[in-house]
T-cell receptor, first 112, second 116 residues
Framework: DQQVKQNSPSLSVQEGRISILNCDYTNSMFDYFLWYKKYPAEGPTFLISISSIKDKNEDGRFTVFLNKSAKHLSLHTVPSQPGDSAVYFCAAHGGATNKLIFGTGTLLAVQP | DTEVTQTPKHLVMGMTNKKSLKCEQHMGHRAMYWYKQKAKKPPELMFVYSYEKLSINESVPSRFSPECPNSSLLNLHLHALQPEDSALYLC???????????????FGDGTRLSIL
């Protein structure tokens, strides 16, 4: 049973525009959510996170929104840059174990 | 540049070989993790070490044997692996684990393992 889902396998946006990546989860015990970016032949790179006590967190071009009632989070990136082209994973964990549950990933392509 | 270093980057081994994957971090993190990632799939947790003690084993077969010699090092000993064990093995670390310790995990670039 997939507890964290990214329903869009891929997304294409124009350089300079906003990209919005979506993630849904089913486990209401999750209390911390993260976004990672992954280039081929590299490990996941941490981008931004949000605690369940917040509904928004910003860091530079990246903003993560959390809607707990809908069990939904999204990553907004503006302006998009060609270097943002990568696979993006959302992840979640809850409780004492720090066990991360990853979504299936979305391949973002930023067109020049 | 990643602050979690994994060696080797690539490893090819036969099913009867014994090899080890190594992971090192110098961020003072006290939690370290092994993940396995198959192609086009998300990383899946294998083991968690907290303060050099094994705290989670996700029902991993005994042909994978983790070891945490000190707070900076994490090894994964491999023996009698199967072709289906071919994957990218990722190491990660975080400051600590525990209730309300919301800390991101930082990943190495992984070891690409191929079993012949």
């Amino acid at each position: 049973d997939q507890q964290v889902k990214q329903n869009s396998p891929s997304l294409s946006v124009q350089e300079g525009r906003i990209s919005i990546l979506n993630c849904d989860y089913t486990n209401s015990m999750f209390d911390y959510f993260l976004w990672y970016k992954k280039y081929p032949a590299e490990g996941p790179t941490f981008l931004i996170s949000i605690s369940s006590i917040k509904d928004k967190n910003e860091d530079g071009r990246f903003t993560v929104f959390l809607n707990k009632s809908a069990k939904h989070l999204s990553l907004h990136t503006v302006p998009s840059q060609p270097g943002d082209s990568a696979v993006y994973f959302c992840a979640a964990h809850g409780g004492a174990t720090n066990k991360l549950i990853f979504g299936t990933g979305t391949l973002l392509a930023v067109q020049p | 540049d990643t602050e979690v270093t994994q060696t080797p980057k690539h490893l090819v081994m036969g099913m009867t070989n014994k090899k080890s994957l190594k992971c090192e971090q110098h961020m003072g993190h006290r939690a370290m993790y092994w993940y396995k990632q198959k192609a086009k799939k998300p990383p899946e947790l294998m083991f968690v070490y907290s303060y050099e003690k094994l705290s989670i084993n996700e029902s991993v077969p005994s042909r994978f044997s983790p070891e945490c010699p000190n707070s900076s090092l994490l090894n994964l000993h491999l023996h009698a692996l199967q072709p289906e064990d071919s994957a990218l093995y990722l190491c990660a670390s975080s400051q600590k684990i525990g209730v309300y310790s919301n800390q991101p995990q930082h990943f190495g670039d992984g070891t690409r393992l191929s079993i012949l």
